[in-house]
């Protein structure tokens, strides 16, 4: 099938679309339009400073929206994705009571009640049914806040969009809430191809029953937004006739979804009336402006997101992905629609296009973007900004800047790992790993334009956590930039005892007095297979624990000196580490406390996909591979006592290749089948039991 040749802007506008609406509802989610206009006013721009919040937070409707389409990648392409299927993504990317969903109880959130009937062996779509979780639960919003993923990789096709956005919605949902994630997954991909509002609104109708109440309420809104031609009075009529005072429980499907097709009806050519409408609006914010933010942004594009005040400027790309996946979860408006709009082209039968200036991390290839990239300046008043413009043929990064000092310390940075703000936000715990690490390789090609009116020096810069979680500054060396010049930065990742790295960018300073003018970034990128010891740190080393993607039941930090695992029932994993992460060595002496099995696991991408080194209860040393439900042993040898002894664990993953030595014993075995697992982090697991370590270990294989 072939893609529209606008598709990859398209994309990007969806995303931006998703995460202005996210955000910019966030900060009064659940108010009702009377107390909006009474104490807010209509939302014509972000209040969250009037919050005093930050802007990009975690949230359930980013997090669930970019997790569960990974689901495409783990299982196959769209004629093989089952219900079923999907709820396994939900097990390996969800962490209990930490990421992605509303935890807010059984028989009360409808996502944690599907969670939890999976936990217990119940597969979807039965974990969401009316027929398992009664009516009421069923039919609240979820179903359609995480759907907008399948609509980017299905442009054009409709049907299809619909298809994935059933089963996806089927783990947690049913009946009218189901109909309702169909009909906005087929809008958004008909939007692709079509921007006519009356026209999305018949394609997504022709894909769910015509009398289901969903329909039936459409059709109300059609006929009042002819008659009253006034969104507040059809406000009114959808409290009086479709309010939360109509339906039980916390957020019925009804109310909301009725309020965004009032809103798209409203203003189908007009991205900051439409998301004007839906926050101010009122009921579940954050939600409804997500969807109509996506539809919006498809429909209308990057220009039409533009034409309204400056979204995209405080918003500067960024996202944050809660998951078990924690290399995904620091990530970019850029990042995610490389992503998707590969996915779109396996979807269409067509190879994924050549990744942008060879693969690099921040390439800037999209017109607008900055991927997260903002100034930061000490010591002087530089006047500076931050932009994206086209220079001989190529889009980069622009940092203009004026009256900027020798002495001064003027930064352009991007967040690799959680910002020092993620301590007072009131959202969803962010389960994040750096993306960057010692041993790995940062460059950074950086351009200064002919007409640069006198030289700078340019060096890498990375800001590190250090052990009082402050933001420590390292640089690399200074070159002097020229006018015309084009030259690549190089820094080899240095230790930092094992303290995360925050940010990565470029330093400017002038060469002496002051300098103004413009440096471009043409890219920035990382490689290499990390050399890292994890160790407990001294001190409290808050952002320490936070890199760890932790899904056991307690990280003691009261063990002198060592790492201690817990978990109470089944089975947990500690995981640090990212997805680049392919041949690596990984090394560890651990001691088990107590439990069914523990051990070393690697290639980790989630809580149920992995490969482990385990010790098991009844003395047996095992090779094994984890995917789903399926616990596959590779190779296994006897071991003798288990408990309350050091146990030395020496793995090497190279390619189809696996070599375990523990204790001096040797585990070998061959997994170049389809089920292989190529790359991911590293980390501890441990089943209903403790287990603890001094530190874990990571080098290159040669």
């Not at 209990?96 to 999976?118: M, P, V, Y």
């Not at 980069?396 to 009256?403: D, Q, T």
């Not at 990375?462 to 060396?477: C, F, I, K, T």
């Not at 240095?494 to 960018?505: N, S, T, W």
Request: with cysteine.
């Amino acid at each position: 099938m072939d893609l529209p040749v606008d598709y990859y802007e398209r994309v990007y506008a969806g995303v931006l679309g998703k995460l202005i609406g996210v955000y910019l509802g966030r900060p009064f989610e659940g108010w009702t339009y009377q107390r909006i206009m009474q104490e807010l006013g209509p939302i014509n721009d972000y209040v969250h400073q009037r919050f005093n919040r930050p802007l990009v937070v975690t949230d359930d409707d980013v997090a669930g929206t970019f997790t569960f389409i990974r689901a495409l990648e783990d299982y196959g392409l769209p004629n093989q994705l089952t219900a079923e299927q999907m709820g396994h993504c939900w097990l390996n990317y969800i962490i209990d009571k930490r990421t992605i969903l509303w935890w807010g109880g059984n028989g009360n959130s409808t996502e944690h009640t599907a969670w939890l009937n999976l936990k217990k062996g119940i597969p979807a779509p039965l974990s969401g049914a009316i027929a398992t979780n009664g009516k009421t639960i069923a039919e609240q919003i979820g179903a359609q806040i995480f759907i907008d993923g399948w609509a980017l990789v299905a442009p054009g096709q409709p049907a299809l969009a619909a298809s994935l956005a059933q089963k996806a919605a089927s783990v947690s949902h049913d009946g009218e809430s189901v109909y309702a994630a169909m009909l906005w997954a087929a809008m958004e991909a008909q939007a692709f191809v079509c921007q006519d509002i009356e026209q999305l609104l018949t394609t997504g109708l022709a894909l769910i029953p015509p009398d289901c109440d969903i329909a039936l309420m459409i059709a109300d809104i059609r006929r009042w937004r002819q008659e009253d031609n006034d969104w507040h009075l059809t406000r009114q009529r959808i409290e009086d006739h479709y309010g939360y005072q109509k339906y039980p429980s916390n957020c019925h499907i009804i109310p909301n979804h009725a309020l965004m097709i009032m809103a798209m009806l409203y203003a189908p050519d007009d991205f900051q009336q439409a998301q004007c409408i839906i926050n101010t609006s009122g009921w579940d914010t954050d939600c409804n402006a997500g969807n109509v933010g996506c539809l919006s942004g498809i429909m209308l594009g990057l220009s039409g997101i533009n034409a309204g005040p400056d979204w995209r400027g405080p918003l500067a790309d960024r996202m944050l992905i809660s998951s078990a996946e924690g290399g995904f979860s620091i990530n970019n408006a850029v990042r995610m629609t490389d992503y998707l709009v590969a996915l779109g082209h396996k979807v269409a039968g067509q190879q994924p296009p050549v990744p942008p200036k060879n693969g690099a991390q921040y390439h800037f290839s999209l017109p607008g973007s900055v991927q997260g990239f903002r100034w930061q300046v000490e010591n002087n008043a530089a006047d500076v900004a931050v932009g994206n413009i086209v220079y001989s043929g190529k889009r980069c990064l622009s940092l203009r800047y004026a009256g900027l000092a020798a002495e001064s310390q003027a930064r352009v940075m991007t967040p690799t790992f959680a910002p020092p703000e993620i301590v007072e936000m009131h959202s969803y715990d962010l389960m994040a790993t750096p993306l960057i690490y010692p041993g790995q390789r940062l460059q950074a090609a950086v351009i200064a334009p002919s007409d640069n009116p006198q030289p700078v020096n340019v060096r890498l810069c990375l800001r590190v956590y250090d052990e009082n979680s402050q933001l420590v500054a390292h640089y690399g060396a200074p070159q002097v930039l020229n006018a015309g010049d084009e030259t690549m930065l190089c820094l080899d990742i240095p230790d930092f005892h094992g303290q995360p790295v925050a940010e990565v960018g470029i330093a400017l300073e002038a060469v002496t007095g002051t300098a103004s003018g413009q440096i471009l970034i043409d890219w920035l990128r990382w490689d290499g297979t990390p050399t890292l010891t994890l160790s407990k740190p001294q001190g409290e080393s808050d952002f320490w624990w936070r890199s760890w993607v932790n899904g056991v039941d307690l990280v003691s930090r009261h063990y002198a000196g060592r790492i201690r695992i817990s978990k109470e029932y089944d089975e947990g994993l500690l995981i640090h580490g990212t997805r680049q992460w392919q041949d690596y060595r990984v090394q560890s002496t651990i001691t088990l406390h107590l439990g069914e099995y523990g051990g070393l696991a690697f290639r980790v991408q989630g809580m149920r996909r992995y490969y482990a080194v385990q010790i098991t209860r009844d003395g047996k040393c095992q090779l094994v591979r984890v995917r789903d439900n399926a616990r596959t042993v590779l190779a296994e040898q006897a071991i003798g006592d288990i408990y309350e002894r050091e146990i030395v664990l020496d793995v090497l993953a190279e390619g189809s290749l696996i070599t375990a030595t523990v204790d001096g014993m040797t585990l070998q075995a061959q997994d170049a089948g389809r089920d292989r697992l190529a790359d991911g982090g590293a980390g501890l697991m441990i089943c209903a039991g403790a287990l603890s370590t001094d530190a874990i270990h990571i080098t290159p294989v040669r």
